[in-house]
């Protein structure tokens, strides 16, 4: 009789034990690094459901965290005008998330941004105006690509006034229309946030040279920035990469990023909200 009472406990024991294996809902699952690896997939936090749009082969699965979604397609958006840049850098670096830079079949939208000011000791002016740093000297609105350690093009947006020597550096964005064109540039065939999650990678997705510095980014053809909508919320920190200047500029919170979407760079933790 014992050994019954055994057997019995032991195979109820055994179904309770299986049962609790049963794999728990991708949609209870999450940490930091989800959003990265889920992009095409965000929650809704309020039913924890997890939404999946449709999918194009064009545009991008879906629309960087809290962006809002253009009501109009990029053909028929507003080339910004040569006064909006007319700005202090600094200024002008939050009000550039958002917007959206068009090189033929290729739009994407700015998603993080860094500004380097005049009597900055990180900016390229602070070299004076050379052959390499004489773009960032120009009217604001113009392009400043110059090569990182001889590989990475990295494009900066001019600010304020001709003479100035100031300018944003675009950090990240997220792809709004030639995902194939900018997959193919990029040797890499994913809709993933690595993608576009970083300064040279904006380059070689747009498929620019040292060539298109000085080039107007207010006039029609080419490269070209167009407005966009605003971002409900935006992360504040510390640029990237400078150890090099004084700490009064290294500690300065003159990065800005679009709050709520994985296309960032790294590094995310230093970013917090305003």
């Known amino acids: 009789m014992l050994m019954r009472d055994e057997m019995k406990r032991t195979r109820r024991f055994k179904r309770v034990t299986a049962k609790s294996k049963r794999p728990i809902p991708a949609n209870r699952i999450r940490d930091d690094d989800d ?37 109009n397609p990029p053909e028929k958006m507003t080339i910004l005008p040569f006064i909006f840049f007319q700005i202090d850098a600094l200024d002008l670096a939050p009000r550039l998330l958002g ?9 994407l939208q ?42 990475h093009t990295m494009l900066n947006v001019v600010a304020d006034k001709e003479g100035v020597g100031a300018a944003v550096l675009i950090r990240s964005c997220a792809p709004v229309s030639g995902l194939e064109t900018i997959q193919q540039r990029r040797g890499q065939k994913t809709d993933k946030p690595v ?41 504040i920190g510390p640029r990237v990469g400078i150890e090099y200047a004084l700490p009064e500029h290294v500690n300065a919170l003159w990065r800005f990023a679009v709050a709520g979407t994985s296309w960032i760079s790294a590094p995310k933790n230093t970013l917090r909200p305003p």
């Open 195 to 235: 993608l576009l999650n970083g300064p040279g990678k904006i380059g070689q997705a747009l498929g620019l040279s040292t060539e298109w510095s000085n080039h107007p980014l207010y006039n029609p053809g080419g490269l070209e920035i167009l407005d966009g909508p605003e971002p409900e919320k935006m992360l």
């Open 99 to 107: 917007k959206l830079l068009r090189r033929d079949d290729v739009v």
């Open 35 to 71: 959003d990265e690896a889920r992009p095409s997939q965000p929650s809704d936090s309020s039913t924890g459901t997890v939404l999946k749009p449709k999918k194009s082969k064009s545009q991008l699965q879906t629309k960087p965290g809290s962006i809002p979604i253009p009501d």
């Open 110 to 151: 700015i998603t993080e941004v860094e500004a380097y000011r005049q009597n900055d000791s990180a900016c390229h002016g602070r070299f004076g105006v050379t052959a390499r740093t004489a773009p960032v000297f120009g009217p604001g609105g113009n392009a400043y690509v110059y090569l990182c350690y001889g590989l």
